[in-house]
């Protein structure tokens, strides 16, 4: 990504959840403890985050659906996809590229960014736009990898520059997924980051997909047909900066290697900072990962570990704005809710069948 340091600083609310830096790590100490109390109060967690959000007004350039996008023709109606865009009311503000932030299984955009990644690149004077995917993103990824091509040339016609898109777990099956079908989307992206995605599938896929499952689950499972269409060809199609983040501690998408994408640039935190604890949910508040973030973001190419600034691994270890009471939060709140969604999903016997146009590619 290009374009000049333009910090900028919005006031923005926050719940009153801090902790005092003295009880950090006492906090961090029990979060596994937590963790099991946030699976028991799963369904209460999801009866109070489920409810509808209504998005941010966005200038109607920002909503509108692209005149053409070479590949496909989009088969979900113009108004879903507009209503799945949220970009701040002043929006476009920054010379900055703008950034699409799309969120992982079971979650919308507010519980997998609106307390991390959106206020803290808002923070650094990025414009920051999300798309809630259908169904918590647990249906068909090729139905909801439309609302992903819709968003980022949206963005495009808005700005008239490219958008750099930071996806998190499945977002990043999404965001490919565009950018390998829809060729006249790649030259709308510079960057294209994700946190934790399962390139290759994952173990846990297959064990939930041994009954019925939900539509994603089955396109997740490794050697499904959606993944076999998806890697047949280049992993990294296009003029576009790939990196791939992930950690060794990721006990959802297993083994951690599979988000490793053949031409991207692939780090994982433990190779940057040795013994380092980041969860798969703690992707998206890691200082480290957040750092190679907006390294990838704000200069050209990939991420490089090799131009972190000292300290990187010794300093906060959270996202800026980010404290250990939102960690109680993700831990025993958000991670659980993304379970029940998908354990709520409605269930298919068998995968989704291809789509015509993605056929073996040579």
């Not at 113009?78 to 900055?96: E, G, I, K, M, N």
């Not at 990838?296 to 600034?309: F, H, N, T």
């Not at 010794?314 to 993304?338: E, I, K, L, R």
């Amino acid at each position: 990504m290009h374009g000049p340091n333009q910090p900028n600083q919005p006031n923005r609310p926050r719940p009153n959840r801090r902790t005092a830096p003295g009880r950090r790590r006492g906090v961090v100490g029990v979060l596994s403890a937590l963790g099991v109390l946030g699976a028991l109060l799963a369904v209460v967690a999801a009866a109070t985050v489920f409810a509808p959000v209504e998005p941010a007004a966005a200038q109607a350039a920002a909503r509108k659906v692209p005149a053409t996008v070479d590949g496909p023709p989009l088969t979900t109606p113009p108004d879903r996809l507009a209503a799945a865009l949220d970009c701040p009311s002043d929006f476009p503000r920054s010379q900055r590229e703008p950034v699409l932030l799309v969120h992982g299984t079971g979650v919308d955009a507010r519980l997998n960014w609106g307390w991390n990644y959106a206020p803290a690149l808002r923070a650094q004077g990025y414009d920051v736009c999300t798309v809630d995917l259908p169904a918590r993103s647990t249906g068909d990824i090729q139905e909801s990898a439309e609302y992903v091509v819709h968003a980022v040339a949206a963005l495009h016609a808005a700005t008239g520059r490219k958008a750099d898109v930071v996806a998190h777990s499945q977002g990043g099956l999404q965001v490919r997924w565009g950018l390998t079908w829809w060729p006249g989307l790649r030259a709308a992206v510079d960057d294209v980051v994700s946190l934790g995605t399962p390139e290759h599938g994952a173990a846990a896929g297959d064990l939930l997909c041994a009954l019925p499952c939900a539509a994603a689950a089955h396109q997740m499972k490794r050697g499904s047909a959606f993944l076999t269409a998806l890697n047949s060809g280049d992993q990294t199609p296009g003029d576009v900066s790939y990196t791939s983040i992930f950690t060794r501690d990721d006990l959802v998408v297993t083994p951690y290697r599979t988000a490793v994408k053949e031409g991207a640039r692939n780090i994982g935190i433990q190779e940057v900072c040795g013994i380092r604890l980041v969860t798969h949910i703690g992707l998206v508040y890691d200082s480290v990962a957040f750092r190679l973030v907006l390294d990838a973001l704000g200069r050209p190419g990939p991420a490089d570990p090799k131009r972190l600034p000292a300290g990187a691994c010794s300093g906060d270890p959270y996202v800026p704005g980010v404290d250990a009471g939102d960690v109680v939060h993700a831990t025993t709140v958000v991670a659980p809710a993304a379970a029940t969604a998908l354990a709520t999903a409605p269930k298919k016997l068998r995968e989704p069948a291809l789509r015509p146009y993605a056929s073996p590619r040579p």
